[in-house]
């Protein structure tokens, strides 16, 4: 019965309790969001915060330059370890990873412009294991309930990998 397709995501789009404080914009999760990928019947794999648990649920907001330095880099990658063989095993078992959702813009979790720490670091070990992801990042404008396009593009996205 199993889809054997999968999708990674930053935390905090199911979880908008870890992001910095007064930075959120769900009270919980990104519900639309998610509602996009249970349409698709995805399999999901939510990822590691890296922010909180190294600095906690009072961090300041830092850049990626302050971010930067070898105890994080460290710690982002230790925990992006145990996902990164996770996804190998699937990999290995004939499973379809159809892409990994970062956040616009942030110092850990950004996968498309200047990319995040914790990102750099997961797709470090994946294309050591020659796995190399798709990636869509939640636009910097996005607000639950206020999407604009972000849901078709979403939409198209997860299904140029599925169709
Ligand atoms: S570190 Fe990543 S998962 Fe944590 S709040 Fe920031 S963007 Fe979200």
Same mark, same amino acid.
């Not at 509602?35 to 850049?63: K, N, Y």
């Not at 200047?114 to 994946?126: A, N, P, V």
């Given at each position: 019965? =199993? #889809?054997?397709?999968?999708?990674l995501?930053?935390?905090?789009?199911? +979880?908008? +309790?870890?992001?910095?404080?007064?930075?959120?914009?769900?009270?919980?999760? $990104? +519900?639309?969001?998610?509602?996009?990928?249970? @349409?698709?019947? *995805? &399999?999901?794999?939510?990822?590691?915060?890296?922010?909180?648990?190294?600095? &906690?649920?009072?961090?300041?907001?830092?850049?990626?330059?302050? $971010?930067?330095?070898?105890?994080?880099?460290?710690?982002? =990658?230790?925990?992006?370890?145990?996902p990164a063989k996770q996804i190998q095993e699937y990999v290995?078992? #004939? $499973?379809?990873i159809?892409?990994?959702? #970062?956040?616009? @813009?942030?110092?850990?979790?950004?996968?498309?412009?200047?990319?995040?720490?914790?990102?750099?670091?997961?797709? &470090?070990?994946l294309?050591?294991?020659?796995i190399?992801? =798709?990636? *869509?990042?939640?636009?910097?404008? $996005?607000?639950?309930?206020?999407?604009?396009?972000?849901?078709?593009?979403? =939409?198209?996205?997860? +299904?140029?990998?599925?169709?």
């Amino acid at each position: 019965m =199993r #889809g054997k397709r999968l999708i990674l995501i930053s935390h905090c789009v199911l +979880n908008q +309790n870890a992001v910095v404080r007064d930075w959120e914009r769900a009270v919980g999760a $990104y +519900n639309d969001i998610a509602m996009v990928l249970l @349409e698709q019947d *995805f &399999g999901i794999v939510q990822l590691p915060c890296p922010e909180f648990s190294m600095l &906690g649920e009072e961090r300041p907001p830092l850049t990626w330059e302050e $971010y930067d330095v070898p105890p994080y880099r460290t710690h982002c =990658r230790e925990l992006a370890a145990e996902p990164a063989k996770q996804i190998q095993e699937y990999v290995k078992k #004939g $499973y379809q990873i159809v892409g990994l959702l #970062g956040i616009q @813009e942030s110092p850990s979790c950004d996968t498309t412009r200047k990319r995040g720490i914790f990102m750099e670091e997961l797709l &470090g070990l994946l294309a050591a294991a020659s796995i190399h992801l =798709r990636t *869509f990042d939640i636009p910097e404008s $996005y607000r639950k309930g206020q999407p604009g396009d972000v849901l078709e593009q979403l =939409r198209r996205f997860c +299904n140029i990998i599925t169709e």
